[in-house]
């Protein structure tokens, strides 16, 4: 079975930082593209964060760039969030994706999350 388990979130002050993890299990973990997904209450889900299993290229949405970074460990199996400045609009819950799509069918996992509160 695959699991995905987020870790890493909490209270932090606008400016603050934190580093989120998510460890996948039960599936190839170097042949996904991993993301980072928040949403606010009453708010759309939305795409942070992505990096991609051929290349490792990262995108990030203008609301996140410069302050996000993503990053993926392939022997631990596990991508990571490092959220920099944070502002009070980033509080959410945080959940980490892994997808991959095949002339099959595609396999879309997700994470629980990880809540973030920005608060001063």
């Known amino acids: 079975q695959v699991q995905l388990v987020e870790s890493g979130g909490g209270l932090v002050q606008p400016g603050g930082s934190l580093r989120l993890s998510c460890a996948a299990s039960?599936?190839?973990?170097?042949?996904?593209?991993w993301n980072w997904y928040r949403q606010a209450p009453g708010k759309e889900r939305e795409l942070v964060a992505r990096?991609?299993?051929?290349?490792?290229?990262?995108e990030y949405p203008d609301s996140v760039k410069g302050r996000f970074s993503i990053s993926r460990d392939n022997d631990k199996n596990t991508v990571f969030l490092r959220m920099n400045s944070l502002k009070p609009e980033d509080t959410g819950v945080y959940s980490c994706?892994?997808?991959?799509?095949?002339?099959?069918?595609?396999?879309?996992?997700w994470g629980q999350g990880t809540q973030v509160t920005v608060s001063s």
């Open positions: 994706n892994g997808r991959l799509q095949t002339t099959w069918g595609v396999n879309d996992y």
């Open positions: 039960g599936l190839t973990f170097s042949v996904y593209d």
């Open positions: 990096i991609t299993a051929i290349g490792g290229n990262t």
